[in-house]
């Protein structure tokens, strides 16, 4: 019935019935939450467990009571929260974290937007090689990388002690697959914004920072959110080059770092493990949720040709 | 425009300053410091913040107090070891490389062979009186020189559930370090526990992924008169899958066929009092005298029995010791002042105070109450202690023992060691080729 | 260390100007110009990154290529010897023996064959789900996208309890409602596999789905009004409208994920240990070169690796290109 009066009228879509609609609605609802419970379920575990003492916890496996917090207890649910914040001075390490990470970024952007913007607009004698050279050194893995990075940051540019952050931000700096983003999607600016502004007499760095930089906000913003997360979850590297603090000066590690020497320590127990791993997500969590935006944007602008 | 490139520039000529400032001054490691005291530097292998570091830290305090006059310093530096890279072991080797290392670092025993024969280790043997080596319960020896000294001894045992082998009729009276169980009464009392419908004993058959299992398991392969390499630690072709040592991995292949310990226990069931035995190194007893209270209130409800033997008596040992290094410091006399003071009575004992391992020494007298788990540790270091297998293939050595372990529920043994000692003899053949 | 980067440097620079002279040798047969002053201002703009990266990619990555060459034992860095190709025979020797390599081999393909599908079909049908207006769709795709903040780590010690064998594992607690009895998932050749690719394929979906997300958006709705007035029913404008649109984010997606996949490492070192039936092929090259401290193999195997990846990344490329 529907099919042959939208031949004979093309513009016809018939309705759907309120009550067809509900119906779906309410069915697209109660698959969504069954599927966002399959996708969550582990970290309901997990925020479970850090409402618990070492002993609910042991008794609560096996059983349903695995997924509630402890609500047995409800006054000593958050102790776990308290142990890990106040003896392990977990925020000097959180700090440390959003410092290194708001330095990374802004120098990731002017280094990588710069040579992402020359790659895509600019010409020069050897552009060929550099070209040829993103594209592979995308490709190649970086964990053997770890040892020869080693000696060069330690013995051949000798950061040592203090000096070791600049040993742990330069590399974080420096992303061939930030440049690849830029490239595409500053190759979608339409030449047009350029050449106006030539015309007024901006030069290449006056186009690049007053006409391109503006343009780039969902870019900047993709390229900021890996950034964080990227350094905010690296603990391997830092490990390996910082040391560790003095007697009462403040200490150098980030915090995923200090998470896996934190969980290391005797008398630590799975609630409290499960505390720190969940504090140290919950930033991660809000950036993701509050540039999500951003990111899909950003994708989707930079056209993604590989 | 102009300016902004201008103050690129600059930047970038600043970082190159600071770069070549920093390449190329840096600190001159002589050995002295600026009051003329002669610096030795030793490396810890723990986070500052823990216990056991700020142990290390009094006793080097001392140190630098005691021996002010004679303008000899100690320096310490913590690096702990973080899980998997084993980033303790890089920052050594760094060092190495970079001509810093430390006088006197920690190690993990059984890297004593790997270690001394890469030449990172000095020789001791001569350093230190054999008077003084009696006095330790291991010492860490590789082709008969002396490359370490421990900084405590780590033992292990069958903690019990007091309560469960009351149920169970079970009367352990008499076993002793001295006088230990063997085999088959160990199975017996296995036996005893199912039958009351509790799991027999938690054997660890599932800490396969780092040095728990092999660690806990390997005495029962020297208990049956098994072995796993020659004393070159070249050869494991006839040793490793000899017929006693099929015979240790036999009994604790029987233990899971029998349904006395399995893979499926839970890393707390024992402390939630659903296992009768628990195999486990002293760090457990500071658990059970403070976490678990619901099933442990206190010492009257658990206790410690030895390793059972076979064809002779074995338990475990070895841990973290101090060598010193074969740095640029040529002149040892300072550096051996410290590992003296740091292995010294008075040293072990204040560590091992604060970290409730055992002593090193056998002259630490903590006067352990006879029956107490820590006099039967204690006791059967003296009596029963044998050390894991010395080889420059030790992490393959371990690797493998993991394998075979995990393994035994549905393999044969004779196959499963069959693989491993292939594994591990063409692992070795590799290294013999490398060292020459 | 010093002098060997300063050849590397000077290697890198002629290769440079090689192609830089190369260039300006075409441009003048087609009459074209560099402007001197735009170069040079691109070369400026460039300096920074190419310093870094020279610094802090080429390098560790040429030197890794270095050691493959050499019998480098971590224990002993200043006894470092070329040893040219022992390390590759010794390879495919360990090869042929079917022993743990390839063993690690077969596992990497068997997840590669199984998450890349599973991870991107996932993502797609959770990207059309939640590609709606509406709070409720807005709430999903946080749902969905939870998992991926959770870093590899710990999602595998996470996954760890949930397949616990025994009845203290979650899994076997929840199918023990059911009278299914328990089951060690991980420790089952026939199952661990299989486990730990669901698992990564669900810690990673988020990811891929918000970039097709981003990929949908670049779909012009007149499309599907065009598709609609034909008469198209939600499939066919699946198949005629966005599927194609989503083609080169498609793309981009199966060479990523495939390229993760290949190097998968955390799951098995966390989750099993150094099993036969759940080496992968990196955790091989991580045992060898960390645990075993044979540095100079381990860059063999490695540069064998970033080989096969490059390859079948290239075939990748052309593949899909071609349809187009």
């Given at each position: ?16 019935t309120p ?5 779906k ?18 970290i ?11 002993s ?84 190649v ?9 080693y ?10 002690q203090q ?42 760095m ?21 950034c ?60 993701y ?18 | ?68 006059d ?5 320096q ?8 998997g ?128 299992a ?42 899971i ?13 024992f ?6 035995m ?23 409800d ?8 076979d ?14 290094t ?13 590992l ?14 604060a ?18 788990p ?31 372990i ?31 | ?37 735009s ?15 020279f ?67 996932l ?15 807005k ?36 199918l ?6 328990p ?16 698992l ?55 060479i990523?994920?495939?390229?993760g ?41 490695a ?10 990344t ?11």
């Amino acid at each position: 019935m529907d099919k042959t009066l939208s031949k004979t009228l093309p513009n016809f879509r018939p309705k759907k019935t309120p009550a067809k609609k509900t119906v779906k609605e309410i069915i697209y609802h109660v698959v969504g939450i069954v599927l966002s419970l399959i996708f969550l379920f582990p970290i309901i575990y997990m925020i479970a467990t850090s409402t618990k003492s070492e002993s609910a916890y042991a008794s609560s496996l096996g059983s349903v009571n695995m997924f509630l917090p402890d609500f047995a207890n409800l006054g000593t649910m958050l102790d776990n929260y308290k142990n890990v914040l106040v003896n392990y001075d977990i925020w000097k390490y959180a700090l440390n974290s959003f410092l290194y990470a708001i330095i990374v970024i802004v120098l990731n952007v002017i280094i990588n937007g710069l040579a992402g913007y020359v790659m895509a607009k600019l010409v020069f004698p050897g552009k060929k090689l550099l070209s040829f050279l993103i594209i592979f050194l995308i490709v190649v893995p970086v964990e053997t990388s770890i040892i020869p990075l080693y000696s060069i940051v330690k013995v051949m540019l000798g950061l040592k002690q203090q000096m070791s952050v600049i040993g742990v931000i330069l590399p974080a700096s420096i992303s061939i697959f930030n440049i690849f983003l830029f490239t595409q999607f500053f190759e979608g600016i339409p030449k047009e914004y350029e050449e106006a502004a030539r015309i007024d007499g901006a030069n290449t760095m006056g186009v690049f920072m007053k006409v391109i930089m503006p343009l780039s906000k969902p870019i900047i913003a993709t390229v900021a959110v890996f950034c964080f997360i990227g350094v905010w979850n690296d603990y391997l590297w830092p490990s390996m080059i910082l040391p560790s603090a003095d007697e009462g000066a403040w200490p150098l590690l980030p915090i995923q770092t200090a998470l896996i020497s934190i969980q290391s320590i005797e008398g630590i127990t799975t609630g409290e493990i499960m505390a720190s791993l969940i504090i140290t997500s919950i930033p991660i969590f809000i950036i993701y949720v509050v540039a999500q935006k951003y990111i899909v944007q950003g994708f989707g602008t930079a056209g993604l040709k590989m | 425009m102009k300016k902004l490139l201008t103050s690129i520039l600059t930047i970038f000529l600043a970082m190159a300053m600071v770069f070549g400032m920093t390449a190329c001054g840096g600190t001159e490691d002589t050995g002295t410091d600026k009051d003329g005291n002669t610096v030795v530097k030793i490396m810890f292998h723990v986070d500052k913040t823990t216990t056991e570091a700020q142990a290390y830290q009094k006793r080097i305090n001392a140190f630098n107090a005691a021996y002010k006059d004679q303008k000899i310093k100690a320096q310490p530096m913590f690096k702990a070891r973080t899980a998997g890279a084993s980033g303790y072991e890089t920052e050594l080797l760094n060092n190495q490389i970079e001509g810093t290392l430390a006088d006197i670092v920690t190690f993990d025993a059984p890297n004593t062979a790997a270690y001394a024969k890469s030449g990172l280790l000095y020789d001791i043997s001569k350093l230190i009186p054999q008077e003084t080596q009696n006095k330790f319960y291991s010492l860490n020896k590789y082709e008969g020189k002396l490359y370490g000294l421990p900084i405590q001894e780590s033992s292990a045992g069958f903690f019990y559930n007091k309560k469960i082998f009351a149920q169970a009729g079970i009367n352990v009276d008499g076993i002793t370090a001295e006088n230990p169980w063997d085999f088959a009464k160990f199975k017996e009392i296995c036996g005893k526990i199912k039958a009351v419908g509790k799991v027999a004993v938690d054997m660890r058959i599932d800490a396969v992924k780092d040095e728990t299992a092999p660690y806990l398991l390997y005495p029962f392969i020297y208990a049956a008169g098994g072995s796993f390499t020659d004393s070159t630690g070249y050869k494991a072709e006839g040793y490793y899958n000899s017929a006693q040592t099929a015979r240790g991995f036999q009994f604790i292949k029987d233990l899971i066929s029998a349904g006395y310990t399995s893979y499926e226990i839970g890393a707390t069931d024992f402390f939630t009092g659903k296992v009768g035995m628990y195999l486990s190194s002293g760090w457990t007893i500071p658990d059970l005298d403070n976490k678990y209270k619901a099933t442990f209130a206190s010492r009257d409800d658990w206790g410690l029995l030895p390793y059972p033997k076979d064809a002779v008596a074995a338990s475990a040992t070895g841990s973290w010791s101090y060598a010193i290094t074969n740095n640029h410091h040529k002149d040892k006399t300072a550096i051996v002042e410290l590992l003296n003071w740091m292995t010294s009575a008075e040293s072990s004992k204040a560590i091992t105070d604060a970290t409730g391992m055992i002593p090193a020494r056998k002259d630490v007298n903590n006067n352990y109450a006879q029956g107490t788990p820590e006099y039967t540790l204690l006791k059967q270091l003296e009596v029963s202690g044998k050390e894991r297998p010395v080889t420059v293939a030790y992490p393959t050595f371990s690797t493998t023992f993991n394998q075979i372990i995990s393994g035994l529920g549905k393999g044969e043994v004779s196959a499963l060691l069959a693989s491993a000692t292939k594994t591990l003899q063409g692992e070795m053949d590799r290294l013999q080729k490398l060292h020459g | 260390m010093f002098n060997t980067t300063l050849i590397i440097l000077a290697v890198f620079i002629i290769v440079f100007l090689g192609f830089a002279v190369y260039d300006l040798a075409v441009a003048k047969k087609r009459k074209q110009v560099y402007r001197a002053k735009s170069s040079l201002t691109a070369y400026l703009m460039l300096l920074p990154a190419v310093i870094l990266a020279f610094l802090f990619i080429l390098l560790p990555i040429l030197y890794s290529l270095g050691y493959a060459f050499t019998d480098y034992y971590l224990l002993k860095p200043n006894e470092i010897n070329f040893v040219w190709f022992d390390n590759f025979k010794d390879f495919f020797e360990e090869l042929s023996t079917k022993g743990t390599l390839y063993n690690a081999i077969k596992n990497t393909l068997v997840f590669v064959v199984g998450v890349v599908p599973l991870q991107i079909g996932l993502a797609l049908l959770l990207s059309l789900f939640v590609n709606r207006d509406g709070v409720g769709s807005k709430i999903f795709k946080v749902c969905f996208f939870a998992p991926v903040v959770i870093s590899l780590s710990v999602t595998s010690f996470l996954w760890l309890q949930i397949l616990a064998p025994g009845e203290n594992g979650l899994l076997n607690a929840l199918l023990g409602i059911f009278g299914i009895p328990p089951h060690d998932w991980l420790k089952d050749p026939n199952t661990a596999m299989p486990c730990i690719i669901i698992l990564s394929a669900w810690q990673g979906c988020g990811y891929q789905m918000l970039i097709f997300l981003s990929g949908l958006s670049n779909i012009r709705k007149e499309l599907y009004e065009a598709a609609s007035l034909d008469g198209a029913n939600g499939w066919r404008k699946f198949w005629l409208v966005t599927w194609p649109g989503l083609r080169s984010t498609f793309v981009y997606i199966i060479i990523t994920v495939f390229i993760g996949a290949c190097r998968i490492l955390t799951q098995p070192m966390l989750m099993t240990g150094y099993m036969d039936h759940t080496v992968t092929l990196s955790y091989y090259m991580y045992q060898q070169g960390y645990v075993y401290r044979w540095v100079g193999y381990s860059s063999a195997v490695a540069l064998l690796m970033t080989i096969f990846i490059g390859a079948i990344t290239l075939i990748q490329r052309r593949i899909f290109r071609e349809e187009k």
